[in-house]
Nanobody
């Protein structure tokens, strides 16, 4: 059974940093692109960042470009989201996701597997 488990969320002041982790299990994820989405209260889920199956290419939402960095672990079944210069508008539940295939996507319906989410709260 495929399972994605996020960790690393929490409460941080504006300007601070957090590092989210996602551990995937239940199959090999070598050929799966992985991504992060987020959902703020009262809003729809939005794309944050994604990384190719090989880890060689990344994509970011304009709102986080230059502040967030996505990466994959050596075993390719983990991914990370380093979040710097956090803003109150970054407050949301952050979800890890995985999709079959090397290429990334910004569309959530392309993703096959999802984690339960981890709360990130940025205070002003």
């Amino acid at each position: 059974q495929v399972q994605l488990v996020e960790s690393g969320g929490g409460l941080v002041q504006a300007g601070g940093s957090l590092r989210l982790s996602c551990a995937a299990s239940g199959r090999t994820f070598l050929n799966y692109a992985m991504g992060w989405f987020r959902q703020a209260p009262g809003k729809g889920r939005e794309f944050v960042a994604a990384i190719t199956g090989s880890g060689g290419s990344t994509t970011y939402a304009d709102s986080v470009k230059g502040r967030f960095t996505i990466s994959r672990g050596n075993a390719k079944n983990t991914e990370f989201l380093q979040m710097n210069s956090l803003k109150p508008e970054d407050t949301a539940v952050y979800f890890c996701a995985s999709k079959l295939g090397e290429l990334t996507s910004t569309e959530q319906y392309h993703y096959n597997y999802w984690g339960q989410g981890t709360q990130v709260t940025v205070s002003s």
